[in-house]
């Protein structure tokens, strides 16, 4: 039954996170990769506020599984931050590859707190 949830958060998480990546790339004409720093910034922010909910009582093991590895797991991607990282550095970016490792760290772990407080302001 687990591998259901996840299965489920993953088919909602891997096309929200292509559509997201396109959508906020087409907006943006520079070499920076705005879409993948979205969707994991979106992610970290979703399961950030997510395990606030969960340390609440707020939400269940079942709802963490679907949202936190299944949606979460496929919306975000270490891969292809890392991928475009490497690309920008090769092909001589490296102040935008080293603003997008920091910047994606540090948005990261913002989101993360954010959605933590969030949830716990809620559901104290």
């Known amino acids: 039954?687990?591998?259901?949830?996840?299965?489920?958060?993953?088919?909602?998480?891997?096309?929200?996170?292509f559509l997201t990546d396109r959508a906020v790339q087409r907006r943006h004409d520079?070499?920076?990769?705005?879409?993948?720093?979205?969707?994991?910034?979106?992610?970290?922010?979703?399961l950030g506020t997510l395990t606030g909910a969960a340390a609440a009582g707020a939400a269940s093991s079942h709802v963490s599984l679907a949202l936190g590895t299944g949606l979460c797991g496929?919306?975000?991607?270490?891969?292809t931050f890392s991928y475009e990282t490497l690309r920008l550095a090769e092909g001589g970016a490296r102040f935008f590859a080293a603003v997008n490792a920091v910047a994606s760290v540090v948005a990261g772990l913002g989101a993360v707190?954010?959605?933590?407080?969030?949830?716990?302001?809620?559901?104290a």
């Open 74 to 79: 496929a919306l975000t991607t270490y891969s």
């Open 30 to 46: 520079t070499v920076f990769p705005w879409g993948t720093f979205a969707v994991n910034v979106l992610g970290c922010l979703v």
């Open 113 to 123: 707190l954010v959605g933590i407080t969030c949830a716990e302001a809620l559901w």
């Open 1 to 17: 039954m687990n591998w259901l949830l996840v299965l489920a958060g993953a088919a909602v998480g891997a096309p929200l996170r």
